[in-house]
């Protein structure tokens, strides 16, 4: 089965919600004091699309067979520069999700590696990495 990661798609809403509420039952069986359970209304596909359109934001989803099996949902922030800090641009992974069949297949690793290169496309570009919570 081979993997092809492409760009997001207003086409692909329902898929990025249904990956999303998966996403979300992982989370509330985690942390259930700080997530609620998968609901309709946590990541609608309108919600999707609309972010879809967002200069700021890019999404990849990952697809074996034609089915979408994950998804990266990551965004650029701009920092201002400040007394003790240069101005600078990083990029914020919102999601990162693979359906548990297809993970250690090096899909994740792929979904961030088209992140960070259409990260490279832009200028000043500087790499770093900041873990917040890994589940599962």
């Known amino acids: 089965m081979q993997t092809r990661i492409r760009r997001a798609v207003d086409d692909d809403g329902d898929a990025l919600c249904l990956l999303s509420a998966e996403i979300q ?14 609901a309709p209304d946590i990541f609608p596909p309108e919600e999707a699309i609309a972010l879809l359109g967002l200069p700021e934001n890019h ?9 979408a099996v994950g998804y990266v949902y ?3 922030v701009k920092r201002s520069e400040t007394a003790a800090q240069y101005a600078l641009e990083v ?8 359906r548990a069949a297809f993970r250690r297949r090096g899909i994740g690793r792929a979904l961030l590696d088209a992140v960070r290169a259409r990260r490279r ?11 917040r919570m890994e589940l599962q």
């Open 25 to 38: 039952a992982i989370h509330a069986e985690a942390l259930p004091w700080r997530f609620k359970p998968p």
């Open 59 to 67: 999404f990849f989803v990952a697809e074996v067979e034609g089915s």
């Open 74 to 76: 990551a965004a650029i």
């Open 91 to 98: 990029v914020y992974v919102h999601h990162l999700y693979v």
């Open 121 to 131: 496309r832009r200028a000043g570009h500087r790499e770093t990495c900041t873990r």
